[in-house]
């Protein structure tokens, strides 16, 4: 099969009908989009990605009002959200209405849904009646995708198209949120809407769930070996990790530090202004280039622990977890 990269909406909405996925932009990655409602498509989403169907999809909706046809018991603090940062990268878990399949929950009474924020993906869920499923376009356990190009790399021949919005914005995926039974709420991973912005709207503290049982976590994806590259990343004081690592080819990744230690050519700064948000942007497409380059390892800094410097924590862990 051909793979085409291109901005024409009525493509995208073409193979979609025919069942077929196709990769879509939006602001926090790259998604592999079908028909949520057509489990043929969906199932051809866990094929492509080598996904596991233990794990289930998030649904992508135009408004919050559309995305009502498959949500059911919204608790009130989904609602004062929902208006605050949607279109936006909040993913809410909340129970399903029986129209939602079983693949794509992956048995669970609850679905994922979020409402993306990027023109072109907007207008093509506007364009259709359906929501669409989309796990990240990478294969599973590696980067996400934040470029059309990075969804090639690995899903050439696979699908027939994707659409091009340019590079992702935030570069990092949604923040997930569910409630629990005294509708708190639980945040399930770190993502382009800060803890710290969620409790500003709320003016209450969120629960981080942490150490999901492996045998049945919350939110399945959420396992600690993931977003990896295939080079070995080690998360933590680069200085001291470098003692380890004296003598090999080591690529760093900082905020906005510089390693004299180092080549130039393989440290990694984010932010020399030292922004969280363009630190986050830069992260994946950082990750996948060092895997281009001839590196032993990847040592990795600490980030700030707050606002999006979590989101990237927590991906930096991930990422190394195979090796620590
Ligand atoms: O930013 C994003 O959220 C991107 C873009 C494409 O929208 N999507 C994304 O999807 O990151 P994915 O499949 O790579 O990660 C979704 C996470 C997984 O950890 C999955 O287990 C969890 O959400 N999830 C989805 N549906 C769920 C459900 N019904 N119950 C529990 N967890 C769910
Ligand atoms: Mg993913």
Redesign the pocket.
């Known amino acids: 099969m051909d793979t085409i990269i291109g901005n024409d909406i009525d493509q995208a909405k073409q193979h979609l009908l025919n069942g077929e996925p196709v990769a879509?932009p939006?602001?926090?990655?790259?998604?592999?989009?079908a028909n949520a409602m057509n489990e043929k498509a969906v199932l051809k989403i866990f094929e492509v990605k080598n996904?596991p169907t233990f794990?289930?999809?998030?649904?992508?909706c135009s408004s919050w009002a559309n995305a009502q046809l498959y949500v059911k018991n919204v608790p009130v603090k989904a609602i004062y959200l929902a208006e605050k940062f949607t279109p936006g990268?909040l993913?809410f878990?909340l129970d399903?209405q029986n129209n939602i399949s079983d693949l794509?929950?992956?048995g669970?009474n609850?679905?994922?849904v979020?409402i993306?924020k990027h023109p072109l993906t907007l207008a093509l869920l506007q364009s259709i009646d359906f929501p669409l499923a989309?796990?990240?376009?990478?294969p599973f356990g590696y980067i996400?995708p934040t470029t059309a190009n990075h969804v090639l790399q690995h899903l050439a021949g696979k699908i027939p198209y994707i659409l091009d919005g340019g590079p992702a914005d935030?570069g990092?995926?949604?923040?997930?949120i569910?409630f629990d039974a005294q509708n708190r709420v639980l945040l399930?991973?770190s993502?382009?809407i800060s803890l710290e912005a969620i409790e500003k709207v709320l003016q209450e503290k969120v629960i981080i769930v942490k150490n999901q049982p492996i045998e049945n976590?919350?939110?399945?994806?959420?396992?600690t070996s993931?977003y990896a590259p295939l080079t070995p990343l080690y998360n933590g004081d680069v200085k001291e990790l470098l003692k380890r690592w004296k003598d090999k080819r080591v690529a760093s990744i900082s905020f906005s530090t510089q390693f004299d230690e180092i080549p130039v050519g393989n440290q990694f700064i984010l932010s020399p202004n030292r922004l969280l948000p363009e630190a986050a942007a830069k992260l994946f497409a950082v990750l996948r280039s060092i895997d281009q380059l001839e590196v032993d390892v990847i040592l990795a800094e600490v980030f700030p622990a707050e606002g999006l410097g979590r989101a990237i924590n927590d991906r930096l862990n991930r990422a190394g977890a195979k090796h620590q």
């Open positions: 879509i939006t602001e926090t990655v790259y998604g592999l989009a996904r794990n289930p999809l998030i649904i992508h990268p993913t878990l399903k794509v929950t992956a669970s609850k679905v994922a979020r993306p989309a796990p990240s376009a990478n996400s935030v990092l995926e949604s923040t997930i569910g399930y991973r993502g382009g976590p919350a939110t399945p994806g959420q396992l993931h």
